[in-house]
Nanobody, 124 residues
Framework: QVQLVESGGGLVQAGGYLRLSCVAS????????MAWFRQAPGKEREFVAA????????YYQDSVKGRFTISRDNAKNTMYLQMNSLKPEDTAVYSC?????????????????WGQGTQVTVAS
């Protein structure tokens, strides 16, 4: 029903930056809350950031506050994650997720649609 495609991952040195994008096929993108999750090798998937339907509210994992910025452009059906001051601990596969609901949440079980993920590798 909703296809999500991430892009923008890559290899970057510690202290560098990347911008991830997630393009959605949803007819009414603004009806969906959106979020970014990440999963490092051998680790469970963890919440990174979420954004409300109209971008009026955002929420971040403590470890990325002040470094990452989540945003969305509903006219382009696209969500972004600007990642600055990257650290080796940020290395993971980053996935975008969507849920057709009003209330933003960090609980991954709430999200119905997931992208394939994009690899972010931060060299020390």
């Amino acid at each position: 029903q909703v296809q999500l495609v991430e892009s923008g991952g890559g290899l970057v040195q510690a202290g560098g930056y990347l911008r991830l994008s997630c393009v959605a096929s949803a007819r009414t993108f603004s009806d969906y809350i959106m979020a970014w999750f990440r999963q490092a090798p051998g680790k469970e998937r963890e919440f990174v950031a979420a954004i409300a339907r109209n971008a009026y509210s955002t929420y971040y994992q403590d470890s990325v506050k002040g470094r990452f910025t989540i945003s969305r452009d509903n006219a382009k059906n696209t969500m972004y994650l600007q990642m600055n001051s990257l650290k080796p601990e940020d290395t993971a596969v980053y996935s975008c997720a969507a849920a057709r609901r009003a209330t933003m949440t960090s609980r991954e079980g709430v999200y119905d649609y997931w992208g394939q993920g994009t690899q972010v590798t931060v060299a020390s």
